[in-house]
C-alpha cells in the first residue's frame, strides 16, 4: 500500500499562481509574526464584540427594570385595602386574638363543592 505524505505539495518557484495570493504571503508571515497577524486582530475582536454587545444588554436590564418597578407610595397604600387589619392602628384585635378565632373554626366539618366551570370546559368528570 502506498504511503501518503502528510504536506500538501505546493510549487515552490516564485511564479506560481498560488504564491502569488493573500493566503500565501499571511501563511508565509504568519510564523514570524504571529502577535501581529493574530493575536491583534483576535483581540480586537474581542474588544469590539464588547462594545457592540453594550447596547443589547442594555435593553435586556432595561426591559427588567420595566417590568419590575418600584411601587408608588400611593400604590403601596391601595394594596392592602380588601384585607383585614389585625391590631395596629384603629384595630382592637391582637395577634392572639385573632390566633384563638381561626383555632375554633371546625376543620372537620366541611363539604366539597365543585366550582362552577366555563362553557366548554371540561369539568373532570369521567362518564
Given at each position: 500500500?502506498?504511503?501518503?505524505?502528510?504536506k500538501t505539495?505546493?510549487?515552490?518557484?516564485?511564479?506560481?499562481a498560488?504564491?502569488?495570493?493573500?493566503?500565501?504571503?499571511?501563511r508565509?508571515?504568519l510564523?514570524?509574526?504571529?502577535?501581529?497577524?493574530?493575536?491583534l486582530p483576535?483581540l480586537?475582536?474581542?474588544v469590539a464584540?464588547?462594545?457592540?454587545l453594550?447596547?443589547?444588554?442594555?435593553?435586556?436590564?432595561?426591559k427588567?427594570?420595566?417590568?419590575?418597578?418600584?411601587?408608588?407610595?400611593?400604590?403601596a397604600l391601595?394594596l392592602?385595602?380588601?384585607?383585614?387589619r389585625?391590631?395596629?392602628e384603629?384595630?382592637?384585635?391582637t395577634m392572639?386574638?385573632?390566633y384563638?378565632?381561626l383555632?375554633?373554626?371546625?376543620?372537620?366539618?366541611w363539604?366539597n363543592?365543585?366550582v362552577e366551570?366555563?362553557?366548554?370546559?371540561p369539568?373532570?368528570i369521567?362518564?
Amino acid at each position: 500500500m502506498a504511503v501518503f505524505q502528510s504536506k500538501t505539495y505546493r510549487p515552490v518557484s516564485p511564479t506560481s499562481a498560488y504564491q502569488q495570493t493573500l493566503a500565501a504571503k499571511y501563511r508565509r508571515l504568519l510564523p514570524r509574526h504571529p502577535f501581529l497577524l493574530f493575536g491583534l486582530p483576535f483581540l480586537t475582536t474581542i474588544v469590539a464584540a464588547s462594545f457592540l454587545l453594550t447596547p443589547a444588554t442594555a435593553i435586556r436590564y432595561e426591559k427588567h427594570d420595566r417590568k419590575v418597578r418600584r411601587m408608588s407610595q400611593d400604590e403601596a397604600l391601595g394594596l392592602g385595602k380588601d384585607s383585614r387589619r389585625i391590631g395596629g392602628e384603629g384595630g382592637k384585635e391582637t395577634m392572639r386574638e385573632e390566633y384563638y378565632r381561626l383555632a375554633a373554626k371546625d376543620l372537620d366539618d366541611w363539604e366539597n363543592k365543585r366550582v362552577e366551570r366555563l362553557k366548554g370546559e371540561p369539568d373532570g368528570i369521567l362518564k
